[in-house]
């Protein structure tokens, strides 16, 4: 492929630092939570729990969900900061409280392609995190579209599951992240980022 | 101000108090000697990899960096899974003017007094891998004051508060891809990840890119601190020449006379482009 990023390249990329345990009076933001506003029809909660390699919560996480809209496109609206109270942005932004959950109100994205499966992409910085995680929540109710998605396809059938958020008794989904051990959550690598 | 009160201090890490962090009299009882020496040998282990996979040191910290304690149960322990960017994660969050109000880049006016401390302005130009700027994008920015406290419940470093101070700021970048923050420069501040840890002094900043593949958040130091060699975060950067990428410089033209002192510093995000990059080692490597 021509002109390949490098990292040694003429443009030196500026590397990560861990966000630290001192985030929590600057980056949540009122309406960080609320992707979609909670009167909206298909409004649903998007939630879940981190926890760390001996099993525990991490009480000190920072959360931010990015997706497409219902119709699988990308949204383009203004408005992630400072809420309307009608807009759906599709990017939240919550830090997990002191047992490591997590919730967002959102709207279930759509499929981008027939031959892909709707997701929403999920990072995770944390105090002892040096660089942020990269994930994806598909969703359970979506088996078809799941089996015929080329990127879950890749992934070591014992590890799929971790990507899988679950239908919840209230209509939601959970998307708990396991950051090391049993049950390890798939993190992503993307083509054409370095590590 | 929100979540004044969420983390917990660095002590419980959501470790096991392994014998090497026992505390006595409010002091862990490990050493700089053996973090600095686990330093070392991290970096030669990482450097020996690369050499060994035939590439370059990695531009970003191993999440496996143990001389900084609190990634011991929290760096997964698999390799990374490759994935194809979607559209979704090739585009970012538009953020914008509207988002964002012009006084928030100054954090020296947020309150009714003026803050104490030394008046520095920090300029630069956010480009993403091609060299191409970051237009209309949100930077954050948060940090301790003078004395080097931060606004946070848990932070129980025993150094005034400046109710003059908050330490958080907002920007939105201009066409250039430019910003520009007036705040105060922040001080050193002791950590318990081993006996008599400092910080070196560093305002926290979050970028957003053109694709959210480029999300950063990172850390800017100032030059000639003499803690460097000795802080496992700064120093769980293995390449050394990545590492001084984050360090302002200081410029003349930048300072105001009879006002502030100016640092610049530029910032380089991943390339926004799908473009094929062989994957690095495991983390565990």
């Not at chain 1, 966000?19 to 929590?24: L, S, T």
């Not at chain 1, 709207?107 to 027939?114: D, E, N, S, W």
């Not at chain 2, 803050?115 to 891998?129: A, K, Q, S």
């Not at chain 2, 957003?208 to 000795?230: C, E, K, N, V, W």
């Amino acid at each position: 492929m021509p002109d390949t990023p490098s990292p040694q390249g003429p443009f030196l990329q500026t590397p990560s630092q861990t966000v630290g345990p001192f985030f929590g009076y600057a980056l949540p933001y009122p309406g960080g939570p609320d992707v979609a506003p909670p009167w909206h029809p298909d409004a649903v909660r998007f939630h879940g729990t981190v926890y760390d390699g001996a099993g525990d919560p991490v009480p000190d996480a920072v959360v931010e969900i990015w997706h497409a809209d219902a119709a699988g496109r990308p949204i383009a609206v203004r408005g992630s900061l400072e809420r309307d109270g009608h807009g759906v942005t599709g990017f939240g932004r919550t830090a997990v409280d002191r047992d490591g959950h997590y919730a967002f109100t959102t709207i279930k994205p759509g499929a981008a392609r027939p031959d892909a499966a709707p997701h929403v992409l999920v990072t995770v910085f944390a105090r002892g995190l040096t660089h942020h995680l990269f994930t994806r929540a598909y969703f359970a109710d979506e088996d078809e579209r799941n089996a015929r998605d080329p990127f879950l396809a890749s992934v070591d059938a014992s590890r799929r599951g971790t990507l899988i958020a679950e239908a919840d008794a209230s209509g939601g989904y959970r998307f708990d992240i396991r950051l090391q051990g049993d049950g390890e959550t798939v993190f992503l690598q993307f083509e054409g980022v370095a590590r | 101000m929100t979540d004044i009160d969420r983390d917990e201090p660095e002590i419980h890490a959501g470790l096991e108090p392994a014998a090497d962090r026992v505390v006595v009299g409010g002091q862990p009882t490990l050493e700089q000697a053996t973090i600095s020496a686990e330093i070392a040998e991290r970096h030669r282990a990482v450097r020996e990899d690369a050499s060994a996979a035939g590439r370059a040191v990695p531009v970003h910290p191993p999440r496996d960096f143990a001389p900084y304690r609190s990634t011991t149960l929290r760096h997964p322990t698999h390799e990374l899974v490759r994935a194809h960017p979607e559209e979704i994660e090739l585009v970012s969050p538009a953020f914008g003017h509207t988002d964002v109000a012009a006084e928030e880049g100054d954090l020296t006016i947020q309150h009714t007094g003026e803050p104490l401390g030394e008046r520095i302005i920090v300029t630069g130009r956010i480009l993403d891998g091609d060299g191409r700027p970051v237009r209309n994008q949100l930077v954050e920015i948060w940090q301790a004051n003078a004395a080097g406290r931060y606004v946070h419940k848990r932070d129980q470093h025993p150094a005034p508060l400046d109710p003059n101070f908050t330490g958080v700021g907002r920007v939105i970048t201009g066409d250039d891809g430019g910003y520009r923050l007036t705040t105060i420069k922040p001080g050193a501040y002791p950590w318990k990840n081993h006996r008599n840890a400092w910080r070196p002094a560093h305002i926290h900043f979050s970028f957003f890119g053109s694709a959210f593949t480029q999300r950063l958040i990172t850390q800017m130091y100032f030059p000639g601190d003499p803690l460097f060699a000795l802080d496992p975060i700064y120093q769980s950067i293995v390449d050394p020449a990545a590492r001084e990428r984050l360090v302002a410089r200081y410029d003349h033209d930048v300072s105001e006379p009879e006002w502030a002192l100016g640092y610049r510093w530029d910032v380089v995000l991943t390339g926004s482009r799908a473009t094929w990059m062989e994957p690095e080692d495991a983390d565990h490597a």
